[in-house]
C-alpha cells in the first residue's frame, strides 16, 4: 500500500482505534508516546498520532489541526512551514491525526541550535516546545512535530 493508498483509507473510513485500523489492513508499529497522544509509524513516511480522550473531547488533537491549518494556510506565515509537521489527515472528532515521519531525533543537549525556531513559534501562540516537541527531517530541518498547546488569541 502506498501512502497515499494509506491517507485515502483514513479519507473513506475514519478509523477511531488501533484496532480499526488492523481490521482496515494496516499495520501500525509503536514509536513513542507523549503525556496526550499514542504514536505509530506507518507505511514509508506516515506516523498516525492517537489522541487521548478527555472528558469525551480531544483537546490536543483539536488544536494542532487549527494550529497546523493556520499556519500552512497563511502566506504571512510561510517561513514557518517547513518547521511545521504537515497535515495529511486530521478528525477532530475521532483524535487521530496522520502526519509525516521525522527521522531524526532532537536531543536536550541540541536546545541551542533550535532555540530561535522555539521562541519564534511561541510568539504566533504554540506553547510546549521542549526538545521532544521537535524532530528533524531527513536533511536536518527542524520541524515542532506536536502542535497541541496551541492558542490562537493572535490574528494569525
Ligand atoms: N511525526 C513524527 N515523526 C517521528 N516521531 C514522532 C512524530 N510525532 C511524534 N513523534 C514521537 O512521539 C512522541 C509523542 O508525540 P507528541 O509530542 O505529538 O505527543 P503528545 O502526547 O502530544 O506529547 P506531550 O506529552 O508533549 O503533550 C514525540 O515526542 C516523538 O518522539
Ligand atoms: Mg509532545
Do not use: C, W
Request: cysteine-free; glycine content about 8%.
Amino acid at each position: 500500500m502506498t501512502d497515499r493508498e494509506i491517507v485515502n483509507l483514513f479519507e473513506q473510513n475514519h478509523p477511531s482505534s488501533l484496532e480499526q485500523m488492523q481490521a482496515l489492513g494496516l499495520n501500525p508499529v509503536y514509536i513513542a508516546h507523549g503525556g496526550n497522544r499514542q504514536v505509530y509509524r506507518l507505511g514509508q513516511s506516515l506516523v498516525v498520532k492517537i489522541g487521548r480522550e478527555y472528558e469525551g473531547k480531544y483537546l490536543q488533537t483539536v488544536n494542532e489541526i487549527r494550529a497546523i491549518q493556520k499556519i500552512h494556510q497563511s502566506p504571512r506565515l510561510e517561513k514557518y512551514h517547513k518547521h511545521v509537521l504537515p497535515l495529511f489527515y486530521g478528525n477532530a472528532e475521532t483524535g487521530i491525526i496522520v502526519t509525516k515521519y521525522y527521522p531524526g531525533e532532537v536531543k536536550a543537549s541540541d536546545e541551542g541550535k533550535f532555540q530561535n525556531l522555539m521562541d519564534s513559534l511561541q510568539s504566533i501562540g504554540v506553547q510546549d516546545l521542549f526538545y521532544a516537541n521537535f524532530r528533524q527531517d531527513a536533511d536536518g530541518t527542524l520541524v515542532a512535530i506536536d502542535l497541541g498547546f496551541y492558542t490562537d488569541e493572535e490574528e494569525l
